[in-house]
């Protein structure tokens, strides 16, 4: 294609899993039974959160905001890798490309902010205990995830606008299955630089800045942890926040990697596809298999039924 602006390029081709083309109907119906597997785990954790009066507190509120959040996030990848994974041409518009790049940057840079949430919750609950309950109102819960909604939502589309600004004038081709920022950037025949330093703000303020804030949170709670005395007063204050780190690990293990790895290579697909699909349809199981509480509620439930 030649030009020398955005309209040179009408659609772009997602290339999903292109060494893997005679196993693209086994591959769509196992991602399928993953997706499902999501969507039915973290709708089950959002309702057992609901249903048992013993979750009403600011923990499980957070987890099921999370749970929510995640439905929304792979909902923005996982049907249209689904239609690509069987259609002939697969392609997505140019403007499809880039509402799917601000939903994916929202929902994921608000994961990140939810995980920095949960671990500033636990931090408060293990290090300043008698002031938990004044502080942890559910007024300031809801604070705590409406603020960084929005401003994930300003954040993303400051960072698609400027995406969107780059000059596609050459390949329509994206090495990945989802129109993200570094396959976009790597098919771009002119990033100016502006952009460039706009979207790379961007990034860390959706990545890099709730990342940091784990970090420094945990830090906190784990120097506490050791300082108590006592190995089942330790474990009890672990076990509270065990299931958190698991998750934030996972999540932020995977996307790093994928991040790292260059746009050209295959396994930034691969590492992708974890912390975009397999790692939200294992979460349900981490915070009900490694939780009581939740393991309690859903047997008083089931029960009822």
Same mark, same amino acid.
């Given at each position: 294609m030649e030009g020398s602006n955005n309209t040179a390029v009408k659609y772009f081709i997602l290339l999903t899993l292109t060494d893997y083309r005679q196993y693209e109907i086994l591959l769509f119906l196992t991602f399928l039974l993953i997706y499902i597997i999501c969507l039915i785990g973290n709708i089950a954790i959002i309702l057992i959160t609901k249903? =048992?009066?013993?979750?009403?507190? /600011?923990?499980?509120?957070?987890?099921? @905001?999370?749970?929510?959040?995640? *439905?929304?996030?792979?909902?923005?990848?996982v049907p249209i890798?689904?239609?690509?994974?069987?259609?002939?041409?697969?392609s997505i518009s140019f403007t499809g490309c880039f509402v799917q790049l601000c939903a994916i940057t929202t929902f994921g840079a608000t994961e990140c902010y939810l995980l920095a949430v949960m671990a500033f919750d636990? =931090?408060?609950?293990?290090?300043? /205990?008698?002031?938990?309950?004044?502080? @942890?109102?559910?007024?300031?819960? *809801?604070l705590l995830v409406v603020?960084?909604?929005?401003?994930?939502?300003?954040?993303s589309l400051i960072l698609t606008f400027f995406t969107a600004g780059y000059k596609y004038c050459g390949s329509n081709e994206l090495n990945h299955f989802m129109c993200d920022v570094g396959?976009?950037?790597?098919?771009?025949?002119?990033?100016?630089?502006?952009?460039?330093?706009?979207?790379?703000i961007t990034e860390m303020y959706g990545i890099v800045l709730p990342f940091s804030i784990n970090i420094l949170m945990y830090i906190h709670i784990i120097t506490t942890i050791v300082r108590i005395k006592g190995e089942k007063s330790k474990r009890k204050a672990f076990?509270?926040?065990?299931?958190?780190i698991t998750v934030a690990t996972l999540f932020y293990g995977t996307a790093i990697i994928a991040n790292m790895v260059p746009q050209t290579n295959n396994t930034s697909k691969y590492f992708s596809l974890i912390y975009t699909l397999v790692t939200p349809s294992v979460n349900p199981f981490i915070y009900t298999l490694r939780n009581k509480d939740v393991v309690t509620a859903f047997k008083k439930i089931k029960g009822k039924l």
């Open positions: 249903m =048992d009066h013993s979750l009403h507190t /600011p923990m499980y509120f957070f987890i099921s @905001m999370f749970g929510t959040c995640e *439905i929304f996030f792979v909902s923005s990848i890798l689904l239609l690509n994974l069987i259609a002939d041409m697969k636990r =931090d408060l609950a293990i290090n300043y /205990p008698l002031h938990y309950s004044r502080i @942890m109102r559910y007024d300031f819960c *809801i603020l960084p909604l929005v401003l994930c939502i300003i954040n396959p976009l950037k790597h098919v771009a025949c002119v990033v100016p630089p502006t952009n460039r330093l706009t979207v790379t076990s509270t926040c065990s299931s958190h």
